[in-house]
């Protein structure tokens, strides 16, 4: 009987050190099994975002970020009957003839090809006529300036000067100089092929040196024109402000615009916040009512008033309608804004359907959200704190409910490293935001640019 017990005692303690493991098991287990839910969640966030990935259709970014084989792009523009291409009433454009061509050239049959009678003293009758336009072999035309000396009846000796710009013994003319950099800044040209073009086109050889240092010249000449350009956007009541990234010499900088639909200023500077905006307009934005996307440097200018940029407004709230399909706020939110850029564009806003519009916007404020839509929540608080800057394109006609021009401005810079790769150097970033300026200024006042910098390069450098 006690060897029984014995045994019965000895599986009892055997058991209760099976229990004691196993319950050290389950509470290890319970412990890796909370960790695992951690790094499940952790991953799962962080997914999300490669689940409805930001491109250049629902977000500010720039087309160059978005991932290759996108889905079908999606345009902010709602579908329409119309079909592609010109529409009825569009003014098409096509070669026509010249009244006065240059040379014509004459051409009769001299005689007949029935019986072979000869034709040649008879009068023609006019029944058709074509015209080709062509250029001219291009020659390089060089102009030798002589000094003459003339001695006086009275003994002085007469020494005659060089013209103005004649500075060298040999150098360029104005026109190379505007045509350098017209290629460079307009049209994009690398330094190096530009210098091949100006040889094989033009047969004038011109070094890359001899290339930066006509820029620079140009820079210089434009200095004056420049700063007017500056000067008359911040006389302008309404001013579309803009910036981007910008590769000088592998480091980066901002490019920066302030501009309205009859001039565009562009600077480069190494800051992008509020330092900048100071260094540039230095006589500060109190007059003007700044048109921008919601970097927070522009409303700490002390502007009059500010208009958020709508399109970008819209590409966010469809990046949040695309993540959140089962909430429907963005979805409202959008609807809400698009229903007033049609009420502009129709010249259709009356005083009551923009209250119905601040209203509906109010509410969408301060409307509750689902929490798990962090990204809804955050958009939404954004627009409780820049609430006054959203309509205001609809209480003011010279207003524009979006920022475009200036993202054209700035795009510019965007496609020159495109080409380039990158600005060697600040000087050279500035001298193409110097003479962009006067380009993209002339663009707008219907001004061919090309004549507008060769004005420009008639101008005397005040310091050689």
């Excluded at 001695?151 to 013994?169: E, F, M, Q």
């Excluded at 360029?172 to 505007?178: F, K, M, P, S, T």
């Excluded at 200018?301 to 429907?328: I, N």
Aim: aromatic share 8%; hydrophobic share 35%.
């Amino acid at each position: 009987m006690i060897e029984q017990f014995s045994i019965l005692f000895a599986r009892i303690d055997g058991l209760l050190d099976r229990i004691d493991y196993l319950e050290s098991e389950i509470s290890r287990l319970g412990s890796e099994n909370q960790s695992l839910r951690g790094q499940v969640e952790d991953l799962t966030k962080r997914l999300s975002k490669y689940e409805t990935p930001k491109n250049s259709q629902n977000s500010s970014r720039p087309p160059s970020s978005d991932f290759p084989k996108l889905a079908k792009t999606q345009s902010l523009r709602e579908p329409t009957l119309k079909k592609p291409g010109g529409q009825p009433g569009h003014e098409g454009s096509t070669l026509r003839m010249v009244a006065t061509p240059d040379i014509t050239e004459q051409h009769t049959p001299s005689y007949c090809i029935c019986c072979g009678e000869d034709l040649s003293s008879q009068k023609g009758c006019l029944t058709g006529k074509r015209q080709v336009i062509d250029l001219p072999p291009i020659i390089p035309i060089v102009t030798e300036h002589q000094l003459f000396d003339k001695r006086c009846k009275c003994g002085h000796i007469n020494k005659a000067s060089y013209p103005v710009g004649v500075t060298a013994p040999v150098s360029y003319g104005e026109n190379v100089q505007a045509l350098i950099a017209y290629l460079s800044v307009r049209q994009f040209i690398p330094i190096k092929r530009l210098s091949e073009f100006m040889s094989d086109a033009f047969g004038v050889p011109v070094s890359t040196g001899g290339i930066d240092y006509i820029l620079g010249k140009m820079t210089k000449k434009a200095s004056v024109v420049y700063e007017s350009i500056r000067e008359d956007v911040l006389k302008n009541a309404v001013v579309g402000a803009d910036e981007t990234g910008v590769n000088i010499n592998g480091k980066n900088n901002w490019a920066w615009t302030f501009q309205y639909e009859k001039a565009t200023f562009l600077a480069v500077h190494p800051n992008r916040g509020r330092k900048a905006i100071e260094e540039i307009m230095p006589e500060g934005l109190q007059n003007n009512i700044l048109v921008t996307d919601c970097w927070s440097s522009y409303f700490k200018t002390g502007a009059v008033s500010h208009q958020l940029c709508t399109a970008h407004l819209l590409r966010e709230l469809t990046f949040l309608k695309e993540k959140y399909k089962a909430d429907t706020w963005a979805t409202r939110m959008s609807a809400l804004i698009t229903n007033a850029l049609c009420l502009r564009r129709e010249n259709d806003v009356t005083k009551t359907k923009e209250e119905q519009i601040l209203t509906s916007f109010a509410d969408l404020t301060i409307e509750p959200i689902n929490q798990a839509c962090k990204e809804v929540i955050v958009f939404q608080k954004r627009m409780v704190k820049y609430a006054d800057y959203v309509f205001n394109f609809l209480q003011n006609k010279d207003i524009p409910p979006d920022n475009n021009g200036s993202e054209r401005a700035i795009r510019n810079f965007k496609v020159k490293l495109k080409v380039s790769g990158f600005f060697k150097s600040f000087q050279g970033a500035v001298s193409y935001a110097t003479i962009r300026s006067v380009i993209d200024t002339a663009i707008k006042n219907s001004q061919n640019p090309l004549e507008i910098i060769k004005l420009i390069a008639q101008c005397e450098v005040a310091t050689e």
